[in-house]
């Protein structure tokens, strides 16, 4: 079930996830990441490819569980002002990656309410998260949409600020 609210509370490491301002600034985030042009992992040699998507299997080399996440290699000044709600929920990167969203339950929900494509690494304990066609992805945002009764004239402007993202 998709929602605005995908943090959870660690007794570890506190709250982490990704909350969305509304409704909006949720189709632009997903309008981005559905963008196959945007991912690094595809395009490795773009300009506009500044995220990947992925689920690293921590579980499996003794941390507490899986970590999905969203890896930033772009300048954190576009990310604020271009998706907000990414920025507000950013942690620190490490070598090129310029910022981390973590966030296991919005990961799942791309791969389970909007078909993105989980492909494991081979010998890896990381899986890379790609995107599903433009059409899937709007069609099944204007239903899910519709299902939380959102009003007809605010799913037009949901699916065009989706538009929005992915034509950053």
């Known amino acids: 079930m998709i929602t605005l609210d995908y943090q959870t509370n660690n007794a570890r490491w506190g709250w982490s996830g990704i909350c969305f301002e509304d409704w909006e600034s949720y189709s632009v985030v997903l309008g981005y990441l559905s963008n196959p042009q945007h991912n690094r992992e595809l395009n ?30 772009g300048d954190l000044d576009e990310l604020m002002h271009c998706l907000p709600d990414l920025y507000n929920h950013k942690s620190a990167g490490n070598g090129s990656v310029t910022a981390r969203i973590n966030s296991n339950e919005y990961i799942i929900s791309l791969i389970e309410d909007y078909d993105f494509i989980l492909s494991p690494r081979r010998g890896q304990t990381t ?41 950053m």
């Open 44 to 73: 490795p040699r773009s300009e506009y490819a500044d995220i990947s998507m992925r689920i690293e299997q921590n579980d499996r080399q003794g941390a507490w569980d899986k970590e999905g996440r969203i890896h930033y290699y």
């Open 127 to 167: 899986a890379d998260v790609f995107p599903a066609d433009y059409i899937t992805v709007k069609s099944y945002l204007e239903n899910y949409l519709a299902e939380a009764g959102v009003d007809d004239t605010y799913i037009e402007d949901c699916l065009d600020k989706f538009d929005d993202g992915y034509n």
